[in-house]
């Protein structure tokens, strides 16, 4: 694809950069102050699950059926939650557990328990990592994808390996090639429906592909991060298929781990996190975590089931929430079509649900862009981010994570990125006639 | 100590035994089913912290200073409920973390990291293990103690070495002669104030030779758990020498990992768990933590400073608790020394805080006592649990916990326990004369 600016002879391109610098200057002196870095909710759309500090009191009933939630027991959680988190992950209840407030530290938990003790009577990973020099343990990473899940096995000392995502998912040609032959690849992160950053939902085909692939390595895992399983912007949201039946047919239910959490449906960082898998894998996750839990927060799972009963009222309270992020995802939608889409700059995605929008620049412009965009007081995720090690190796991965700021602050730093877009294609546009 | 038993003649034990069976047969058929496994508050005990769930309502301001605790961020915890914690682990707030409900699950997770990373630049406690086949990786359990921790460290692989308490804490003659030349001894588990289950509040002077001693392995970590830190029963309670002061003299501060929670304050299981060590200690652990974690459940940190924001105020809402504990206490002495006191068959300690009381019956005893009481409907600990591996080697040792049943249950069990320990010690001196 050929941006305008290439099109543009020196003296036309030299004229348009002027321009452009003069609209920066301005823009810096706005002063913005904005964080498009993280996917949070805006305090108001936090606000929505303010009713439900006060479903327990002094007064309530701290039963859960027969389980006190106020005293020490019920590691795995308590009977309501399962159930909630059984219809989250799309798994029976006693496939599941019910634990704190971070799906994230379950995700780091689990993958540190296959390092150190293996899976299913394989040798731990760590062992196999010893015992192959030459051919580190490798996770297979759908880029670009979520830092902090490339951040969990680069910390283990995992090699990341980048698969890129297509529309329907992962490129599942490339995944099966890889793990066909290569016992080292232990896994692969996955986040189906909604897809951080890029808010892809694995079509069915990607699904069972990935469930019913033949791997190397007996021990291949996939951490199904199903994080957006709820998160739709509009009534009509993205389907995704059930990998627990899938994988239940194809006898390949060992290989599945699935997560989520309440943490953007209630109070982020403050919500109760859950993790389903087969029996044979719950069982011996659930004995290691056992040496140092007794049992997770009750009184939080409790609160949340009472305020949350079922899978109907979460996703009526996801209506309230869309109210709040369908307008900031079509901000980004209407200035980036507006701004760049005849410019021949970039492209982007168009999610129907998540936290986010995974945008391309030309080669070589995405750290440019970030670096101005801060300039002009638009705080981005840090670029590269959403790929393992941070190294975008074509430089073109923004990720736009627009719940944050007010539509209005969000547009303010839309018109900033798609400016820092224009100046930095422009730039590199006059560098490659130099 | 020779038992009445061991003094009678053949026939005079022969009438006891048959004595003490009928009373037993009249036990099991009163039908009782009392619970004295664990250091569970009871439910009207617990119920002291109710007003806390009215803390944080619907309209709630949900700030802690410019903190807003309903969204994500503030990994290190909020800034009051730091105060707290290096208030309740004797270091400056700047050196605690604030996590979720489980201080188990901290220790569990640093023990990890050092297993999997090592500390302070000393190799992975993992590598050390693998280099050297002969010379397992060793920590030091004081016995009678916590199975939980001695569970930690028994799932890592490491070898748990069981060491005598004393009146004043653990053997420090054997400590510092252990620890001196064998560098695969990297660390200690303690309970240091009104230890589980003995009640012992380490002196001031094992504290200093635990914070000053000589150690081989420059990666020795003592565990502090000061789970009971103000768990006083009596208005004067003991006082427990600040090791992170000694330690900071001596240049070890590095050593020192300490712990605390309010699961024994608020709603067991439910509160908010603290950990304080050094700054370069603090870090590491934060560094691989932050691989899995975006920040804990700053809602239910926020619900506990504002129900307890000063230690005098946490020491209040523990007179409250004491109200509960001291009569359990005072007719676990009671019962014993009435029913046990002239027969030279045990041996008990007197906590003057805490969740149990430590109890050794004659050799050889403990196994079959816990069996006998089991007939007769009372479920104590699991006997063998206060040592490595469950192995109590001479098999005396019985954890009381006396905090759940009501007084009359306790008092019930207390009969059960005491008639168990009778017939037992008469049948092994039988036993001796055949």
Redesign the interface.
Known sequence: MQTIYQQMDSGELAQTIASLKDEVAAAKARGLALDMA?G??S?SQ?DIS??M??I?????DLHDGSV??????CFEGIPSARKLAGEFLGCPAEQTLVL???S??I???IV?TF??CGTCGSEPW?AYA?AHEDKPVKFLCPVPGYD?HF??T???GIVNIPVAMTEDGPDMDEIERLVASDDSIKGIWCVPKYSNPTGITFSEDTVRRLATMTCAAPDFRILWDNAYCVHDLYDEGDELANIFDIAHEAGTEDRVVAFAST?KIT????GIGFVGASPAVLAEFAH?LK??????????QLRHVRFLPTLDAVREHMKKHAEFLRPRFECVEQKLAEGLGSTGCATWTHPRGGYFVSFDGPEGSAKRVGALCAEMGVRLTTVGATWPYGEDPHDTNIRIAPSYPTVEELSAALDVLVLAVKLVSAELAAEALE
Chains 1, 2 share one sequence.
Request: net charge negative.
């Open positions: 993280r949070k909710p305090p936090v303010r009713p500090l006060d327990l009191g002094a007064d309530s006190d939630c106020g005293n020490y027991g704190g407030s971070s994230l530290l995700e780091h938990d540190g390092w150190r760590s010893a902090r951040g969990i680069e910390d283990l943490s109070f982020p960082g403050a290691h040496a140092g839990l007794i049992s997770a927060d009750k009184l939080n």
